[in-house]
């Protein structure tokens, strides 16, 4: 994050975006956690979606392990000796990537099911609490206004 008092134009211009997707979107947790995505990704928190975080390997089986410490996926073969680790489904873990590669504007377009989507929220929220090293308001308020009627 920036310091208190330090403007940040990156960050303050996708936040306007945000801002006006949000309030013409009939999918407000879909896009928020677009946002929260892309923030992680803004402030060089980008989460390692592409390859198992301990071993390199690329083959990823439809259930994989999330670690917040290692910021990424851990492969099946990898998981069990690690702690910590939150079990996603490899759907999830699509849903982000999609997520990270699509405009603000179109992200209302991705489909995916509820679950998907808690999966997703669980694991970006984990993520930015632990690389943040403490809970964010922010995401307490985003969490408001996803929610809002």
Same mark, same amino acid.
């Given at each position: 994050m920036t310091e208190e008092g330090d403007g940040d134009e990156t960050i303050f211009n996708m936040l306007l975006t945000y801002m006006r997707v949000l &309030?013409?979107?009939s999918d407000p947790e879909l896009v928020t956690v677009a946002f929260e995505t892309k923030f992680a990704t803004v402030l060089g928190y980008r989460p390692r979606l592409e390859s198992c975080t301990e071993c390199g390997g690329r083959s990823l089986s439809p259930e994989v392990c999330y670690s917040p410490e *290692? $910021? $990424?996926v851990i492969c &099946? @073969?990898?998981s069990p000796g690690s702690s910590g680790n939150i079990r996603? &489904?490899?759907g999830a873990v @699509?849903? !982000?990537e999609a997520l990270l590669m699509t405009e603000f504007a179109k992200v209302e377009r991705i489909k *995916? +099911? %509820?679950s998907i989507r808690r999966e997703t929220t669980r694991l970006i929220r984990a993520? !930015? $609490?632990f690389r943040? +090293? %403490?809970k964010l308001r922010s995401l307490e308020f985003l969490e408001t206004v996803t929610n809002a009627p």
């Open positions: &309030s013409e979107t *290692a $910021g $990424g &099946s @073969k990898c996603v &489904s490899y @699509k849903l !982000l *995916a +099911n %509820r993520h !930015l $609490g943040m +090293n %403490r």
